[in-house]
Each structure stands twice: as structure tokens, then as C-alpha cells.
């Protein structure tokens, strides 16, 4: 059964960093792009970062340019997201899921997300 599990969240203070794993099993994520979203409570989910099944291609949310990274190894058939410089504003619930990519103008995008884990949760406290 295709599953994804996110791990690697906690309480970091302000200006710290945290590295979010996404592991999956029952497929192989090779085949797939790999997104990260988050949500906060009462909150519309919004996407965070992606990087397409080949590693090449990512694209982010604005207000995490420059401070997150989102990478991936097929051996071991996981995805990473590095959070550093992490902001209060960056406490959320955060997911990973797996699915299609495109070039759109010249940019990477991510959609159709197939699987989908269950979260991890990040909170930035002082």
C-alpha cells in the first residue's frame, strides 16, 4: 500500500532550523514530483515547496525563498525539506505528497498529488 511519512518536526526557537523527512514505501517516488505543503489551524492548506521526479527542477513559496530547500534521494526513495532562518510564521502542520510536475513559463510546478502522508508538526517558539 503506497505510503508516505513525514518525520523530523518539533519545537525550534526563532531563527533556528529543522530538516523535515518525507519517506515513502509501496511505490517508488522516483516516478514522482514531491511537494510540501502546511496548514495552520483554521487555515487554507498552502503549498511550500516542490522539486520534480528528477531532483532538477523546485520551486517555492515566496515567503520561504532563501530559507527552505527542498531535495530528494532516490536510493533511498525519500525527499527532504531543509527549514532554516525559521520564522513564528512558519508554524504549521507540515505534509509532504507525491505527484506530477510540468515546466510552466520557464518555472517548475507542482500538482495532481496522488499520496499524501499524515504530517509533522512544527513549532517555532521562543
Known amino acids: 500500500q503506497p505510503q508516505l511519512v513525514e518525520s523530523g518536526g518539533g519545537l525550534v526557537q526563532p531563527g533556528g532550523s529543522l530538516r523535515l523527512s518525507c519517506a515513502a514505501s509501496g511505490f517508488d517516488m522516483n516516478y514522482y514530483a514531491i511537494s510540501w505543503f502546511r496548514q495552520v489551524p483554521g487555515k487554507e492548506r498552502e503549498a511550500v515547496a516542490c522539486?520534480?521526479?528528477?531532483?532538477?527542477?523546485?520551486n517555492y513559496e515566496g515567503s520561504v525563498y532563501g530559507r527552505f530547500t527542498v531535495s530528494r534521494d532516490g536510493a533511498k526513495n525519500e525527499a527532504y525539506l531543509q527549514m532554516n532562518s525559521l520564522e513564528f510564521d512558519d508554524t504549521a502542520v507540515y505534509y509532504c505528497a507525491a505527484g506530477l510536475s510540468a515546466v510552466v513559463g520557464g518555472a517548475t510546478q507542482c500538482y495532481g498529488e496522488t499520496y499524501w502522508g499524515k504530517g509533522t508538526l512544527v513549532n517555532v517558539s521562543s
Open positions: 522539486i520534480d521526479s528528477s531532483g532538477v527542477g523546485s
